[in-house]
């Protein structure tokens, strides 16, 4: 056997199995389970890295009572900020939200009510929402807005 055909051959072989693999991988991603979960997991990757504030752990319960949003958002900056808004597709989540402020690296749990993307669904469903926004405070600056790049992804409780 010749060096060229040894060559042909082993890239052949490699391309077999990369063709293989990028089939098993489209495959797994289009079983709900396995593309939510995946969804899911980026986006908490995604939202824990953020800044200036990040959100550590989100829950949206659907009651028939209550539906409400509970985020734990931390300041990853090293000085204060005030938080004076949240917005999930460009609805407050808390109309008294009020002004909470955070020290340079402190966690807070914000709470809001006004609009929950489970609205609706069943306990387990999943939910996304595509646009999410704080307005915040920092020293004599009013209104400063962060959004994020991707998409909130979760399970509604």
């Not at 060096?3 to 490699?14: A, D, F, N, P, R």
């Not at 824990?48 to 989100?58: C, L, R």
């Amino acid at each position: 056997m010749s060096k060229g055909q040894g060559s042909t051959e082993y890239l052949v072989i490699l391309a077999v199995v990369l063709v293989v693999a990028l089939i098993v991988i489209g495959l797994l991603g289009q079983f709900t389970g396995f593309g939510t979960a995946g969804l899911e997991q980026q986006s908490r990757a995604y939202w824990q890295g953020t800044s200036p504030f990040s959100i550590q752990n989100a829950k949206v319960v659907n009651t028939s009572t209550a539906p409400f949003i509970t985020l734990e958002v931390q300041n990853k900056l090293s000085q204060k900020l005030t938080l004076t808004d949240v917005q999930f597709d460009g609805v407050s989540i808390n109309s008294s939200l009020g002004n909470v402020v955070f020290s340079p690296g402190s966690s807070v749990v914000v709470y809001g009510s006004n609009m929950t993307p489970c609205n609706g669904s069943a306990t387990g469903a999943a939910y996304q929402v595509n646009k999410v926004t704080f307005v915040y405070d920092v020293g004599g600056i009013t209104g400063q807005t962060q959004t994020g790049d991707k998409a909130l992804y979760g399970k509604c409780s």
